[in-house]
Nanobody
Framework: QVQLVESGGGLVQAGDSLRLSCAASGRTFSNYAMGWFRQTPGKEREFVATISRNSIVTDYADSVKGRFTISRDNAKNTAYLQMNSLKPDDTAVYYC????????????????????WGQGTQVTVSS
């Protein structure tokens, strides 16, 4: 089982950028599809972005398309979420998640597909 640790959250103003990192350890990182989700109090965990094992396939929630970019560096065992043009509605706890994938190009957009989760990192965007 891979272990995940997120970092990079913080308090920013609307229009600013942040880059979240998700450091993985324990297993072969390149065997895992990765995802980012977010959650606010009282709401279900929401899909943000996903990336395949080989980085060829990505998918995004409509609310972040064109503003967020997911990437990974398999040599560094790390996934990233570059967030630009942040809005107050992006305020949430952001979680990275991993799941083993047989296919190099498979991605997953629902939380139940993921086996391992990080502890989350808070992102707060002020208006």
């Amino acid at each position: 089982q891979v272990q995940l640790v997120e970092s990079g959250g913080g308090l920013v103003q609307a229009g600013d950028s942040l880059r979240l990192s998700c450091a993985a350890s324990g297993r072969t990182f390149s065997n895992y599809a990765m995802g980012w989700f977010r959650q606010t109090p009282g709401k279900e965990r929401e899909f943000v972005a996903t990336i395949s094992r080989n980085s060829i396939v990505t998918d995004y929630a409509d609310s972040v398309k064109g503003r967020f970019t997911i990437s990974r560096d398999n040599a560094k065992n790390t996934a990233y979420l570059q967030m630009n043009s942040l809005k107050p509605d992006d305020t949430a706890v952001y979680y990275c998640a991993a799941t083993p994938a047989d296919s190099l190009s498979r991605v997953y957009v629902v939380p139940i597909s993921y086996r391992t989760w990080g502890q989350g990192t808070q992102v707060t965007v002020s208006s």
